[in-house]
């Protein structure tokens, strides 16, 4: 059976994206509380992305951070041990509008173990979800409020999220096997 691969956002796409989504959590956030915390590891270049686009809309410097979640997980027996990035997070949490940033989300397990390594910071006024992709299939109850795309997928099928930080290019791609 051959591999069909589909592009879903283009370059072009993606940067548009990232400006709506800039947008909207600017319409939603007490600027002077806002942080950005990305999950690696390409949350964390678009929590970078979206800060720049914040930065470029409001004059507003916005703190990010990145936040690695391998050791909050219940899957690691069936993922496997990886080795953790450095949580890099430079400020205080508590009393802040946190925004988790994520590139895809499925099951929502990633998210339900970034919010159980959110508490060890501090503790946020609020916590917020954005996502470039969400393809459905949870496992979990929870839900972003803020996403790129919205895409319903079959459970086999992919999705790959390339960033220019770290692939190169930008874009997204649904691979069917």
């Given at each position: 059976?051959?591999?069909?691969?589909?592009?879903?956002?283009?370059?072009?796409?993606?940067?548009?994206?990232?400006?709506?989504?800039?947008?909207?959590?600017?319409?939603?956030?007490?600027?002077?509380?806002?942080?950005?915390?990305?999950?690696y590891t390409r949350g964390v270049n678009l929590a970078h992305m979206l800060a720049r686009q914040i930065e470029?809309?409001?004059?507003?410097?916005?703190?990010?951070?990145?936040?690695?979640?391998?050791?909050?997980?219940?899957?690691?027996?069936?993922?496997?041990?990886r080795t953790p990035a450095k949580t890099e997070i430079s400020f205080d949490l508590s009393g802040k509008t946190?925004?988790?940033?994520?590139?895809?989300?499925?099951?929502?397990?990633?998210?339900?173990?970034?919010?159980?390594?959110?508490?060890?910071?501090?503790?946020?006024?609020?916590?917020?979800?954005?996502?470039?992709?969400?393809?459905?299939?949870?496992?979990?109850?929870?839900?972003?409020?803020?996403?790129?795309?919205?895409?319903p997928t079959a459970k086999e099928e992919q999705v790959k999220v390339y960033l220019q930080e770290v692939d190169?290019?930008?874009?997204?791609?649904?691979?069917?096997?």
């Amino acid at each position: 059976m051959a591999t069909e691969v589909i592009e879903i956002l283009s370059a072009e796409e993606v940067r548009r994206t990232v400006t709506r989504l800039a947008s909207q959590v600017i319409e939603r956030s007490d600027l002077s509380k806002l942080v950005l915390l990305g999950i690696y590891t390409r949350g964390v270049n678009l929590a970078h992305m979206l800060a720049r686009q914040i930065e470029t809309l409001e004059q507003v410097t916005v703190p990010v951070g990145a936040i690695d979640i391998t050791f909050y997980r219940d899957d690691l027996d069936t993922i496997g041990i990886r080795t953790p990035a450095k949580t890099e997070i430079s400020f205080d949490l508590s009393g802040k509008t946190v925004v988790l940033v994520d590139d895809v989300i499925f099951k929502g397990r990633t998210i339900r173990a970034a919010l159980n390594a959110v508490n060890d910071y501090g503790r946020p006024e609020v916590i917020r979800l954005v996502v470039l992709v969400d393809r459905g299939h949870r496992e979990v109850p929870i839900h972003p409020d803020f996403i790129g795309k919205q895409l319903p997928t079959a459970k086999e099928e992919q999705v790959k999220v390339y960033l220019q930080e770290v692939d190169g290019r930008d874009g997204v791609e649904l691979i069917r096997v």
